[in-house]
């Protein structure tokens, strides 16, 4: 039989060519009463559950949330996961083999850095970034480093995902101050968080996060933007509609007929 070749950064799940044992019989929906589940854990799987008119759509979070819970997707967290979400532990397991950052093997390590290496982060440097990250937590046994397909992120590239808190754009001299971060138990690089940078709702985040300090008038944006106009002024918000055409009664504007 001919190997088939693996791609040195992992991308295929570990697992993926393990053989079937096609004759074992298909595990049922696991049993409440005989089977034990941390009520934190239950509360949590089942939030997830009400937010989704089909529950397996919960299944994801909730693998996530098992993950987090056990350290690993464990065969007894996919049991658990299970029992709450009343679907059977093969449908449970073909979905936590199949999404490579869901754990399947216990874990040897405590921090996961996955550094994104699609054409947009490549373009921008992330292979040198990856390397330098590499080379920075060799002999530590507590990170893991690793590239990673696409996190989805291209705004902020090149970036990496670190104990799942995206951040970028990321430089070669960022490594250091990743895994100092990480062995102090702080936040990681926090001016560079993609949850922490300003977006169009003023209020997103406000809660964690303070709002950034306005920019004094002698900063150099303002003198970029060039000298005030005399009589100038902010003009009227943007009206809503046409006044000389109001909206027909019971309408929803933007609609069209």
């Not at 590499?134 to 902020?156: K, M, N, Q, S």
Request: aromatic share 6%; charged share 25%.
């Amino acid at each position: 039989m001919t190997a088939v070749p693996r791609f040195t950064h992992g991308s295929r799940v570990p697992g993926w060519d393990d053989a079937v044992d096609l004759d074992r019989p298909p595990a049922p929906v696991p049993d409440p009463a005989t089977t034990p589940v941390p009520p934190g854990l239950r509360a949590e799987i089942e939030g997830y559950m009400a937010k989704y008119p089909d529950r397996r759509s919960a299944a994801l979070p909730a693998l996530r949330a098992a993950q987090r819970e056990h350290g690993w997707c464990s065969p007894e967290a996919i049991d658990q996961v299970a029992c709450v979400m009343r679907l059977t532990p093969g449908y449970v397991d073909a979905l936590a083999t199949f999404y490579d950052m869901l754990e399947t093997e216990p874990r040897r390590h405590h921090h996961d850095v996955y550094v994104c290496t699609n054409i947009s982060c490549s373009l921008l440097g992330a292979d040198e970034l990856y390397a330098t990250i590499r080379a920075a937590a060799e002999g530590d046994d507590d990170v893991h480093v690793r590239e990673f397909e696409c996190l989805g992120a291209c705004d902020i590239a090149p970036m990496a995902s670190v104990d799942g808190t995206y951040v970028g754009p990321l430089e070669p001299a960022d490594a250091e101050r990743i895994l100092e971060d990480l062995r102090g138990g702080g936040p990681v690089l926090p001016d560079k968080q993609i949850l922490r940078r300003p977006v169009a709702d003023p209020e997103a985040n406000s809660r964690q996060y303070p709002r950034p300090e306005p920019r004094p008038e002698s900063s150099e944006y303002a003198r970029s933007a060039g000298p005030e106009i005399p009589g100038d002024a902010p003009g009227p918000p943007a009206p809503l509609h046409d006044e000389r055409h109001p909206p027909e009664p019971g309408k929803r504007q933007g609609t069209t007929p």
